[in-house]
């Protein structure tokens, strides 16, 4: 099974600064990859997937990138609605595994 | 606009046997990958398994094969998991998703408690 492992766990951030989230896979899987963002008590919602490719209405400050093993989050300029738990899944083969999280907080 | 609506939330005690469903609509098509979420209280989300709405083929996670049996009804459109017998570990909430690249479409999730 591939492992996917994110980094940092925790992320102490203000409004305005740029943040990135890096997620990594145990093999390669190309370019399947999905980023999610969850806010407690709610379901997670799609961001991205292709590791780059935005999903229809999530705001342009959010970006995905990298391809193979290495994948990395960036919201170029967070806002308040930003702070939350984001989460990478890899869609290569089955199983489809998340990673661990990492929760976005306020400074 | 595909929407997916999850039954609610279960009290149970442990050895129960309990079955959740999972109905979408505004399907086009019966070429949908529907998923099982796992989030345990303050956890993160594990990947349970997947099964195919059209020809009801199923993937588990190895980390859930043989705890629970997912299945598919085409003809309405719903996706269920069930447990044969439940222990206080399976205290979770339990989403489903349709997958296709990344999962789009989300239920509101199910809230399953077993008591010891």
């Known amino acids: 099974d591939i492992q996917m492992t994110q980094s940092p766990s925790t992320l102490s951030a203000s409004v305005g600064d740029r943040v990135s989230i890096t997620c990594r896979a145990s093999q390669t899987i190309s370019i399947w990859l999905a980023w999610y963002q969850q806010k407690p008590g709610k379901a997670p919602k799609l961001l991205i997937y292709k590791a780059s490719t935005l999903e229809s209405g999530v705001p342009s400050r959010f970006s995905g990138s990298g391809s193979g093993t290495e994948f990395t989050l960036t919201i170029s300029s967070l806002q308040a609605d930003d702070f939350a738990t984001y989460y990478c899944?890899?869609?290569?083969?089955?199983?489809?595994?998340f990673g661990q999280g990492t929760k976005v907080e306020m400074k | 606009e595909v929407q997916l609506v999850q039954s609610g939330p279960e009290v149970k005690k442990a050895g129960q046997s309990l079955k959740i469903s999972c109905k979408c609509s505004g399907l086009t098509s019966t070429n949908h990958w529907i998923g099982w979420v796992r989030q345990m209280p303050g956890k993160g989300l594990e990947w349970m398994g997947i099964?195919?709405?059209?020809?009801?083929?199923?993937r588990y996670s190895p980390n859930f094969q043989g705890q629970v049996t997912m299945s598919v009804d085409k003809a309405i459109a719903t996706a269920y998991l069930q447990w044969s017998s439940l222990k206080a570990s399976d205290t979770a909430m339990y989403y489903c998703a349709i997958h296709g690249d990344g999962a789009k479409y989300w239920g509101q999730g199910t809230l399953v408690t077993v008591s010891s």
């Open positions: 099964s195919f709405l059209r020809d009801s083929d199923v």
């Open positions: 899944q890899h869609y290569e083969n089955f199983p489809w595994t």
